[in-house]
């Protein structure tokens, strides 16, 4: 028993979980064109909040462009998530795990797809943006790290909706989860920043809503430049959900392959 | 005539029925409460907004558009369950029974009303526990009229959509434009603090003028009510002729 | 020496949570080369068996060796070994045929150009040449389980396993999966563990059938000692006309008991053989009787279930038997 070598298993499944979101373009429009479409009407119908005392000195436009980057990766982690769990409802997942694949090599394939989607979604939601009129104030380098952080938490997400697949199987249970993730962005910062958060119980589950800090992090080098404190918070949430979601997808990945 | 009734008698009490033994049928209130929790939560600062005048208060105000979008998804709902009534054959059964028709539409359309009654209490249920203020002087009656109004004539639309199409594809057909015309309307702050293109919109989509006048039921301060009225009859008037020609579609169809 | 290729179950038993055994305490051994059949209705335990023997589902009791590894420590040996088809067809419905075979192969560690290579070869062999750059989810029922074939042999396995290959698939499909699985097993040597619930298919292309019913084994043999064990084949005349149904049915009794039959029938089971056939005639003839049919039965695989089991294959049993009356129309 040779066996393959991880390298070629997990192109090989990157490569199918690529080809197979570029060919479904409902997917790939709704993806694109959803968080567009919110991001339009909250950032229009919300335009007088900056006139708020305490609001940040920015256009409400500027404020909320972190929304569609992090509504994004929603939609990827529920379509990966529930391309993974249609896997296992079919047995699709059966015939890979009767080759020498590696569990390791499936996950990171599939999530080889959200990062290329994530990817997409970064660079459409930043020329939209900036056509909107949207001021990144850090510049150039700043669109660079906001694609990054796009990508991060596309990868959070994804390996969240990965965990979720594999603990249940079932298609029904990941996108009966897709509110919860939902309820999960809208109960943080995303509309306003904390401080005019004026219910006590909001405001405490804002801060403690980790994805407040992943939107507090894209929207510190849109509104402010660089902000060390709110970088390193974006980036460590994120990066500590990646490997929060991505360990246990793993473990629960053994007890699936015997 | 007789026939007309009976045909929407039963094909309501079916309906009816499939609600009490699937706990799903309030599924239409899931994101309004939802939306009504994040946006009467976390945005109350809002309704400080220099110009931002109502009097019953930013919850209230966000319990009016939560209310009137539980009621129209339910009437999107039913869109959804006459789509999979033709996909499974029974919408067929149906059309072969039915001596009228019409009634069908009928039918279906009143128990959506049963419906929105029952997802329209959840979200006001939620509204009252979570602290809205109970003003002296609303209308409760007012803001039931119309909102009835409103399901109607969302269940009209998904019902026209759902006989065309006669399959569960029909479900995002129906859902995505009533989403837009909830959107598409004062959500966060009133008419007057709406600017850019969001205003044009808002002030040319029909649904704002429903919202405007519940919004002045609660607060007792009642504006625009025949207009408001006359909007609403008159979108059930289009739209019932919308369903009729779906129903003659799928008839045609067989 | 040779077991190395073949399979060996003791005791193999799977219990679910609820419900009786599914697979309650089975032996059985297939010898390198050779086709099994395992046949038995639904729900009789076959796909679990399966999916224990392609270590896909762990057993609640007993062994198994497949290609001499055993299924519970060595799953990732028996795996190497082993290609299958399981019951669901389960495809990507947005890549092309091709492209399957492709990260099959991948996965299994097959070089690029071999890749390639085998990928023509098994998309030749099966007939989806044409078919190979279109995505599967426009393949037919038939296809799909050809391409599911390809993918199972592109590592070029020891031992098959095929749950159900043919349900559902039309006549002609039919008959040419059979061919190419005969032709796997005469020509390559393979091993071919394959479920079925129909007759027919056990008896064409199995060397020895196992027949499963509630998780269990009730007859192992080959398809002709089953069949020779039941014994005697039967005849079935159709009178010409109703009134003289009473008359056929005294000159059949001569030549043994009366079975159950379609109505409008006469059926016995034939005490002296199948050459009694000719006296038959001869008798009818000498009573001046007129049939309008007239049906030598050789007794079937069905016919083995029943007398073991007192029940008839549901579903396949009577498939087959509306498949004779076509052919009689």
Redesign the interface.
């Known amino acids: 028993?040779?066996?393959?070598?991880f390298l070629?298993?997990v192109?090989?499944?990157a490569?199918?979980s690529t080809?197979?979101t570029l060919?479904?373009p409902a997917v790939l429009i709704s993806a694109l064109l959803f968080p567009m479409m919110f991001f339009s009407i909250n950032a229009s119908g919300l335009d007088a909040a900056s006139r708020l005392p305490g609001f940040p000195d920015a256009p409400y436009l500027d404020f909320a462009f972190a929304f569609p980057l992090v509504q994004a990766s929603l939609f990827g982690a529920i379509t990966a998530g529930s391309d993974l769990a249609r896997?296992i409802e079919?047995?699709?997942?059966?015939?890979?795990?009767?080759?020498?694949?590696r569990p390791a090599?499936l996950l990171s394939g599939m999530l080889t797809g959200v990062v290329a989607l994530g990817l997409i979604q970064g660079v459409v939601f930043l020329a939209f943006g900036l056509l909107m009129g949207v001021t990144i104030s850090s510049g150039i380098p700043g669109m660079l790290v906001i694609v990054a952080l796009t990508v991060l938490v596309a990868l959070a997400f994804g390996g969240l909706g990965a965990m979720l697949a594999i603990r249940t199987g079932s298609v029904e249970a990941v996108e009966s989860a897709f509110p919860l993730f939902f309820v999960a962005i809208f109960m943080s910062s995303i509309n306003l920043p904390r401080n005019l958060i004026e219910q006590d119980w909001f405001r405490f589950i804002a801060t403690v809503n980790p994805i407040s800090y992943l939107v507090e992090g894209i929207r510190s080098l849109v509104i402010t430049g660089w902000d060390a404190q709110a970088l390193l918070l974006g980036f460590g949430c994120a990066a500590a959900i990646v490997v929060l979601a991505i360990s246990g997808a793993a473990a629960s990945m053994r007890t699936r392959v015997? | 005539m007789g026939s007309f009734f009976q045909v929407a008698w039963a094909v309501a009490g079916r309906q009816t029925y499939k609600y009490f033994t699937n706990p799903a049928f309030l599924a239409p209130a899931l994101f309004p409460l939802f939306f009504f929790v994040a946006f009467a939560g976390g945005l109350t600062r809002v309704g400080d907004i220099p110009g931002f005048n109502y009097a019953a208060g930013y919850i209230a105000f966000q319990y009016v558009w939560a209310l009137l979008q539980a009621v129209t998804m339910g009437g999107a709902f039913t869109g959804f369950s006459i789509a999979s009534d033709f996909e499974n054959g029974f919408a067929r059964r149906l059309m072969l029974a039915a001596s009228n028709r019409y009634g069908i539409i009928l039918g279906y359309t009143l128990a959506s009303i049963v419906r929105a009654f029952m997802t329209g209490a959840l979200v006001t249920v939620l509204a009252l526990v979570t602290g809205m203020p109970i003003t002296g002087g609303f209308d409760f009656f007012g803001l039931i009229a119309l909102a009835v109004l409103a399901n109607i004539a969302a269940t009209l639309f998904g019902a026209g959509i759902a006989m065309l199409l006669r399959t569960q594809q029909a479900g995002p057909v129906i859902r995505t434009p009533i989403f837009l015309v909830l959107f598409l309307a004062p959500v966060f702050v009133p008419l007057n603090l709406l600017t850019g293109w969001i205003e044009t919109v808002a002030r040319l989509n029909p649904f704002t003028a429903i919202l405007d006048a519940s919004r002045g039921f609660l607060a007792g301060d009642p504006q625009n009510v025949p207009q408001a009225f006359a909007i609403s009859a008159a979108l059930i008037l289009i739209l019932s002729f919308w369903a009729v020609f779906g129903l003659r579609q799928a008839e045609k169809a067989g | 020496m040779g077991r190395d290729r073949g399979i060996i179950v003791e005791g193999l038993v799977r219990e679910f949570k609820k419900g009786p055994r599914a697979v309650d305490g089975i032996d059985l051994r297939v010898e390198p080369g050779e086709v099994y059949g395992f046949l038995g209705p639904n729900g009789a335990g076959k796909s679990t068996t399966v999916l224990m023997l392609?270590?896909?589902l762990?057993p609640t009791g007993g062994t198994a060796r497949v290609a001499g590894y055993d299924i519970v420590k060595e799953?990732?040996?028996v795996?190497?070994s082993?290609?299958?088809a399981?019951?669901?067809a389960?495809?990507?419905p947005?890549?092309t045929g091709r492209?399957h075979l492709?990260?099959?192969a991948?996965?299994?560690?097959?070089s690029r150009s071999e890749r390639r290579k085998r990928g023509n070869a098994l998309l030749e062999r099966v007939g989806l040449q044409e078919a190979a750059d279109r995505?599967v989810r426009g393949y037919s029922g038939g296809m799909k389980r050809r391409l599911d074939l390809a993918?199972a042999l592109v590592?070029e396995p020891q031992i098959l396993f095929l749950d159900e290959p043919t349900t559902g698939l039309d006549p002609q499909s039919r008959s040419a999966l059979w061919s190419e699985v005969s032709r796997l097993a005469r020509d390559e040597g393979v091993t071919v563990f394959l479920t079925t619930q129909y007759l027919e298919e056990a008896d064409v292309l199995a060397d020895r059938v196992g027949i499963i019913d509630r998780g269990r084994i009730v007859a192992e043999d080959t398809p002709e000692a089953l069949k020779a064990e039941i014994g005697r084949p039967s005849v079935e005349a159709t009178p010409a006309g109703p009134d003289e149904r009473g008359a056929v049915v005294a000159v059949l009794g001569r030549f043994g008991e009366e079975l159950p039959s379609q109505p409008g029938t006469v059926a016995v089971r034939l005490s002296g053989g199948a050459s009694g056939l000719a006296d038959v005639v001869r008798a009818l003839d000498a009573e001046n009787l007129k049939v309008s049919n007239l049906r030598l039965e050789e007794p079937s695989l069905d016919d083995v279930f029943l007398a073991k089991t007192g029940r008839s294959l549901e579903g396949a049993g009577d498939r087959d038997k509306n498949q004779a009356e076509e052919a009689q129309a």
Do not use: C, K
């Not at chain 1, 079919?90 to 694949?101: Q, V």
């Not at chain 3, 991948?106 to 097959?110: D, K, P, S």
């Open positions: 028993m040779t066996g393959s070598s070629v298993q192109v090989a499944l490569r199918r080809v197979r060919r479904q896997d079919n047995g699709f997942f059966d015939r890979l795990s009767l080759t020498p694949m090599a015997a | 392609t270590t896909l762990p799953g990732p040996q795996r190497g082993i290609g299958a399981l019951q669901e389960a495809l990507d947005f890549l492209e492709n990260l099959q991948a996965l299994h560690g097959i995505r993918l590592h």
